[in-house]
T-cell receptor, first 113, second 114 residues
Framework: AQSVTQLDSQVPVFEEAPVELRCNYS??????LFWYVQYPNQGLQLLLK??????LVKGINGFEAEFNKSQTSFHLRKPSVHISDTAEYFC???????????FGTGTRLKVLA | KAGVTQTPRYLIKTRGQQVTLSCSPI?????VSWYQQTPGQGLQFLFE???????NKGNFPGRFSGRQFSNSRSEMNVSTLELGDSALYLC?????????????FGEGSRLTVL
C-alpha cells in the first residue's frame, strides 16, 4: 500500500521569502508524484507532476519540486512567494495503472505581508 | 471548454437520510473519480469510473456507491447518512487513457449531516 506524509499542517511565511513544503511517501512499487493546490472554496488544481526522467520538475506559478528516490521525498519549493500563493497544497502519489491517487493531509501556506 | 460541474454545491441532510451527488466531467473525458475531503484527513479516494465501469474503489463502507452513465456523467450516493459523512465531496475527471496524471477537479459538493 502507498501512503503520503506532509509533515507540516501549516506554514506561515513572509511575502517574497522562499518556501519549502515537505512531502514524503511510502511505496514498494514505483509511483507517479504530484502537487495540487486548492484555493478557498475551489477544487484542486495541478501544480506539477513527476512521471519519470529529470528529478527536478517545474510547474506553474513559479513552483518546482525535486524527486528524491533514496529519501522517498518530493518537496515543493518556490524562491519568492506572493500573497496570492496563500492556499492549501496537497502532495499525492499514484501507482501507474491503478487510477487511484493517495493524497497527503495537506499543508496550509499562509503568506504574510 | 467548460470545467467539471458538480451539483448541488451545498446541501444539508439529517442522519438516516440518503443523498445523491452529481458530476459532469469535462467534455471528452471518460474517467470520473470521487474523493471525500475532511479537515485533517485530506482527500480520501472513493471510486473511479471509466466508460461506465468501476475500475477501482477505496475503503469506504457499502453505504457509498456510485455509477457512471453513457455520457460519462457520474453520480454518487450515500445511504443511511451518519454525522461523520459531513464533508466536501470532490469529483475529478480525466481522459482516463494512458496515465498522464492530471485530474481536473470540480468545486465540490459540501454535505452537512445534522
Amino acid at each position: 500500500a502507498q501512503s503520503v506524509t506532509q509533515l507540516d499542517s501549516q506554514v506561515p511565511v513572509f511575502e517574497e521569502a522562499p518556501v519549502e513544503l515537505r512531502c514524503n511517501y511510502s511505496s514498494s512499487v514505483s509511483v507517479y508524484l504530484f502537487w495540487y493546490v486548492q484555493y478557498p472554496n475551489q477544487g484542486l488544481q495541478l501544480l506539477l507532476k513527476y512521471l519519470s526522467g529529470s528529478t527536478l520538475v517545474k510547474g506553474i506559478n513559479g513552483f518546482e519540486a525535486e524527486f528524491n528516490k533514496s529519501q522517498t521525498s518530493f518537496h515543493l519549493r518556490k524562491p519568492s512567494v506572493h500573497i496570492s500563493d496563500t492556499a492549501e497544497y496537497f502532495c499525492a502519489v499514484s501507482v501507474p495503472g491503478t487510477y487511484k491517487y493517495i493524497f497527503g493531509t495537506g499543508t496550509r501556506l499562509k503568506v504574510l505581508a | 471548454k467548460a470545467g467539471v460541474t458538480q451539483t448541488p454545491r451545498y446541501l444539508i441532510k439529517t442522519r438516516g437520510q440518503q443523498v445523491t451527488l452529481s458530476c459532469s466531467p469535462i467534455s471528452g473525458h471518460r474517467s470520473v473519480s470521487w474523493y471525500q475531503q475532511t479537515p485533517g484527513q485530506g482527500l480520501q479516494f472513493l471510486f473511479e469510473y471509466f466508460s461506465e465501469t468501476q475500475r477501482n474503489k477505496g475503503n469506504f463502507p457499502g453505504r457509498f456507491s456510485g455509477r457512471q452513465f453513457s455520457n460519462s456523467r457520474s453520480e454518487m450516493n450515500v445511504s443511511t447518512l451518519e454525522l461523520g459523512d459531513s464533508a466536501l465531496y470532490l469529483c475529478a475527471s480525466s481522459s482516463g487513457q494512458g496515465h498522464t496524471g492530471e485530474l481536473f477537479f470540480g468545486e465540490g459538493s459540501r454535505l452537512t449531516v445534522l
